[in-house]
């Protein structure tokens, strides 16, 4: 069901993850996949361009928000209203939206690692971003309840929640949001849940909550473009159970919440309508690509380590066993790098902690193994 690009496709069709490199070395960096988006998506999208839909984006939500709640009915048996979704030109910008106007002033929680731009909007938002650290030498470390409290009574008053995680791959557990839920209650505190690897939670592993589901009082930030491959057609969505925290998006100056595409809506409301067996295929892939990651590990880097997948198609790597004793030459990434892979280096995600990388996933099983087998030779000791 999926349609795999061959080196050339792919070269063509993701200018950002293949372009970025020079020819030959192969991209396992920036998350996109190696693979056509779902042909419900890709019909949809021709026949709106047949139709000529090349206009300015409705001040209505397109049918996003109903799509997006008949979805969540199907997927995670939650239901949302569809007037909940508000729609915003990306994720990462309707984060920054909600912070700016939902979010009661005072620092802001941010889990490391993290997503890279989480840190970028909360200094663009004019917030100092408060740091809770997992521990990197337990693979089965969630968020630090503990920390966060902390974080809360000294005066933090937001917690940017990734659910699942970039880049752990982990999916919380509902007894952890319900915590989060209530020290957030007992601090005036909100959370906002950026949820965009949620339709990636992979078939063998914990099931995926909403945030929303168990705390009323959050702010969801979503989209279509991560789990369909679909970032070239903005359009995401801010969902928001309160009337009062939508009256207050709707009545934001134009500028800050257009920019989402008319094409990149009706991507998303096909996407969410009729993607759910090309999403099932994609998710059977990740899982078989993580197994196999698994295996090939043993073989070619037994010394690195990583935790299990729940989530997404982003595999978080400890290569710090390769890392020079001395912590002198080039670190495992650089040196990645000159044998031929692009890593996402672990410092963007966690500034201060060396040897660690990110890998993606979402590629074909011969393009994955050698991806480790150049690896292998990349860091094998001198
Ligand atoms: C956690 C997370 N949020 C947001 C995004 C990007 O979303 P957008 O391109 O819609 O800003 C990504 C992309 O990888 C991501 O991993």
Redesign the pocket.
Known sequence: MLRDHTDAEARAALPLKWGAVPEGTIPAW??EMDWHTAPAVTDAVTAALQRGVTGYAPFDDAGVGAAYAGFARRQWGWEVPPEASVPV???????RLVLESLCPPGPVVVPLPC?P??RDVVALAGREAVHVETDPDDPEAALDLAAVERAFAAGARTLLL?SPH?PLGRVARRAELEALRDLAAHHGARVVA?E??APLTLPDGPAFTPYLAVDPRGIA?T?T??SFNA?GL?C?QVVALDPEDRAVLQALPLVQTHGWSPLGAVASVAAWRHGDAWLAAVRDRVAANRDLLGTLLAAHLPLARTRRLEA?Y?AWLDLRAYAAPDGRGPDPVARAEAGGVRLGPGEDYHPGLPGHARLNLATSPDRLTEVVRRLGVALAPA
């Open positions: 920036v998350a030109p990306a994720v990462v910008p309707g984060l997503y731009p989480f990734c970039n950026d965009v690897h930030v989209s473009t991560k970032p903005p995401a997404t982003l």
